[in-house]
Antibody, heavy 122, light 113 residues
């Protein structure tokens, strides 16, 4: 059974930083691209970032490029998102999601974690 | 970026009746060379993460009840719930995975009338 478990969310002041993590199990982690998708309170879904299966390629949405960094550790089946210079509009539940295709940055999101809430407020 | 627009934003349907959600993309999300549609549908129940229902515009994921069906190609797609059940109350999203960024529709809230 595929499982994705996020951690690392919390309350942070504007301009602050957080590191989100996602621990995966139930599939061969190193074969698939992995993504972060966020959802602001009461709003829709927005893709944030994707990393290829090897970690060699990273992709970012325009609103987070330069502030967020995605990474992965295939030896530990773990995905990370370093989020810096946080803004109020970054407040959201951040979901870890598995890409349906091998490789990276393609396919739909076939499995999702439960999400971790990031709240940016002074 | 490809803009995905769903209609309606919300709908209320009686139990056992049909619910239809439309999704339109700002450009084609289908490849004519392989006849594939790069369109997925997700269901999100309150307090839960999204769950994929349909990929390739019309292929149901394993375990998804057959009352859910998808159709369409190019820029126009439809999700149909043939006989609405109480457990289908949720927000439904379409998403294109034709190119980056992979974009979602704004969501359609389905309720019981």
């Amino acid at each position: 059974e595929v499982q994705l478990l996020e951690s690392g969310g919390g309350l942070v002041q504007p301009g602050g930083s957080l590191r989100l993590s996602c621990t995966a199990s139930g599939f061969t982690f190193s074969r698939y691209g992995m993504s972060w998708v966020r959802q602001a309170p009461g709003k829709g879904l927005g893709w944030v970032s994707t990393i290829s299966s090897t970690g060699g390629n990273e992709y970012y949405g325009d609103s987070v490029r330069g502030r967020f960094t995605i990474s992965r550790d295939n030896s530990k089946n773990t995905l990370h998102l370093q989020i810096n210079t946080l803004r109020a509009e970054d407040t959201a539940v951040y979901y870890c999601a598995k890409d349906s295709n091998y490789g990276g940055n393609s396919g739909y999101f076939d499995y999702w974690g439960q999400g971790t809430l990031v709240t940016v407020s002074s | 970026d490809i803009v995905m627009t769903q209609s309606p934003d919300s709908l209320a349907v009686s139990l056992g009746e049909r619910a239809t959600i439309n999704c339109k993309s700002s450009q084609s999300v289908s490849f004519s060379s392989n006849n594939k549609n790069y369109l997925a549908w997700y269901q999100q129940k309150p307090g839960q993460p999204p769950k994929v229902l349909i990929s390739g515009a019309s292929t149901r994921e394993s375990g998804v009840p057959d009352r859910f069906s998808g159709s369409g190609s190019g820029t126009d797609f439809t999700l149909t719930i043939s006989s609405l059940q109480a457990e289908d109350v949720a927000v439904y999203y379409c998403q294109q995975y034709y190119n980056t960024p992979r974009t979602f529709g704004q969501g359609t809230k389905v309720e019981i009338k």
